[in-house]
């Protein structure tokens, strides 16, 4: 099981640029996120999936959008980047909590994206 | 709204028992998670609280009293790999996502 990974690693683009970060699990998880982390602000959720072909905004979703076409992939999208865009760019899974079921699904953490936009 | 609110940082020593707080303000809850942090790589699950009480695992325990919006997290026997941020997270009330806290950086030094 490789769990969640994410690629590339790290990247720098320039003011405008466009790229998609992409993130893949292994674990058959419904539920996938992707948040950024700046210091002093912990983890900010961006746009979050809970199914297949399915996506939502979560608390800071502007510059950015996703997709989710297939179960085990979940694809974030700068279209023009700016320079407040520079952060570290983590991708999450987890099961679907289900009613009466087991409540204590965490969230699983890719390795994460360092992004660096000039 | 969501309002989360961890010490920013702390130092202890190794070998002593440290106490991380958490305090929340949220819409809703349902439950409450607690995330270790190594300087430069991912979140990696710690504890999970959704009754009040007192959870125990091994060095680690994490409380929780809902009605004082309030979550601790215990660290016993220090270690010097327990440097690291430690991120409070609380689960909405549909259990889709979490909202988390700045973190703490604990220090430990020998």
């Known amino acids: 099981n490789a769990g969640v990974t994410q690629t590339p690693k790290f990247r720098v683009l320039k003011t405008g640029q466009s790229m998609t970060l992409l993130c893949a699990q292994d674990m058959n998880h419904e539920y996938m996120y992707w948040y950024r982390q700046d210091p002093g602000m912990g983890l900010r959720l961006i746009h979050y999936?809970?199914?297949?072909?399915?996506?939502a905004k979560g608390e800071v979703p502007d510059g950015y959008n996703v997709s989710r076409l297939k179960k085990q992939n979940f694809l974030l999208g700068l279209e023009s980047a700016a320079p407040s865009q520079t952060s570290v760019y983590f991708c999450?899974?987890?099961?679907?909590?289900?009613?009466?079921?087991?409540?204590?699904?965490?969230?699983?953490f890719g390795p994460g994206t360092r992004l660096l936009v000039l | 709204g969501q309002n989360i609110d961890q010490p920013t940082e702390m130092t202890a020593t190794e070998g002593a028992i440290v106490q991380i707080n958490c305090t929340y303000q949220?819409?809703?809850?349902?439950?409450l998670f607690w995330y270790q942090q190594h300087a430069g790589e991912a979140p990696t699950f710690l504890s999970y609280?959704?009754?009040?009480g007192l959870e125990e695992k091994g060095r680690f325990s994490s409380f929780l009293s809902r009605s004082k919006g309030y979550s601790y997290l215990l660290l016993k026997e220090l270690q010097m790999k327990d440097s690291a941020s430690y991120l409070c997270a609380v689960r909405d009330r549909y259990g889709n996502k979490l909202v988390f806290g700045a973190g703490t950086i604990l220090r430990v030094k020998s």
């Open positions: 949220t819409s809703g809850f349902n439950g």
């Open positions: 609280n959704v009754l009040d």
């Open positions: 999450a899974s987890s099961y679907r909590r289900l009613a009466g079921g087991p409540i204590e699904e965490t969230q699983y």
């Open positions: 999936s809970v199914g297949e072909g399915t996506t």
